[in-house]
Every structure is written in structure tokens, then in C-alpha cells.
């Protein structure tokens, strides 16, 4: 396995806990969750749009 998608992955998982570990220290894990919650039902729709494209994509070959 390439050692760049690993360290990328690593560092990635450590990031998002530090944050999730600040946020519930804080008290503000309510308000990014509702944040997140609204972000990704904006954002949902576009992203199954393109996987179905993709997956439609590939069966045209």
C-alpha cells in the first residue's frame, strides 16, 4: 500500500478526533453537529447525483 495514503489517512483521524475531543471539552459539539446536519443536507444530494452518474458511467463502456 502506498505510504502516502496512509500518512494521509493517520494524520486525517487525528485531526478529526483533537476537534471532536475540543468540541465536547467546550460544549460546542451541539452547534457543529446542527452545522453539519444542515452542510450535509445540502450537500447529499449532489454527491449521490454523482456517484450515480459514475456508476451509470461505467456500465455505458
Do not use: D
Request: glycine letters at 2%; proline letters at 2%.
Amino acid at each position: 500500500m502506498n505510504i502516502k495514503i496512509i500518512l494521509i489517512t493517520i494524520v486525517s483521524f487525528i485531526l478529526v478526533t483533537s476537534l471532536f475531543m475540543y468540541l465536547m471539552i467546550t460544549n460546542n459539539i451541539e452547534i457543529f453537529i446542527t452545522q453539519f446536519k444542515w452542510f450535509m443536507r445540502a450537500a447529499s444530494p449532489f454527491v449521490m447525483i454523482y456517484l450515480i452518474y459514475i456508476g451509470s458511467k461505467n456500465e455505458w463502456k
